[in-house]
């Protein structure tokens, strides 16, 4: 069983920040893959961001050089450091790992961006 508390998230301008935290406690953190991913209104669940274990890390394209993912194994925590902020990127992000074979997912938040 791993539990995956989201936090952060709220509203910002277009080309603002957000950090969203993701905390893992308890869990074979430094041992599973993490990853975020995120859902507009009237769209499918779509991949933000990942990182194995190691720390390889891949994006989404539509992300890619503006978001960064990042994890504390101490704190087993996973980090999405989102930067230039556009309005598409409007949604409500969730934080993922799959463990035993089963796939987990921690509440959702919404970030929204607008002026």
């Known amino acids: 069983q791993v539990q995956l508390v989201v936090s952060g998230g709220g509203s910002v301008q277009p080309g603002g920040a957000l950090r969203l935290p993701c905390a893992a406690p308890?869990?074979?953190?430094?041992?599973?893959?993490m990853g975020w991913y995120r859902q507009a209104p009237g769209k499918q669940r779509e991949l933000v961001a990942t990182?194995?274990?190691?720390?390889?890390?891949n994006y989404a394209d539509s992300v890619k050089g503006r978001f960064t993912i990042s994890r504390d194994n101490a704190e087993t925590t996973v980090y999405l450091q989102m930067s230039s902020l556009k309005p598409e990127d409007t949604a409500v992000y969730y934080c993922q790992t799959i463990s035993g074979g089963l796939i987990y997912w921690g509440q959702g938040t919404q970030v929204t961006v607008s002026s």
């Open positions: 990182i194995t274990s190691g720390g390889t890390t």
């Open positions: 308890g869990s074979r953190f430094g041992a599973i893959a």
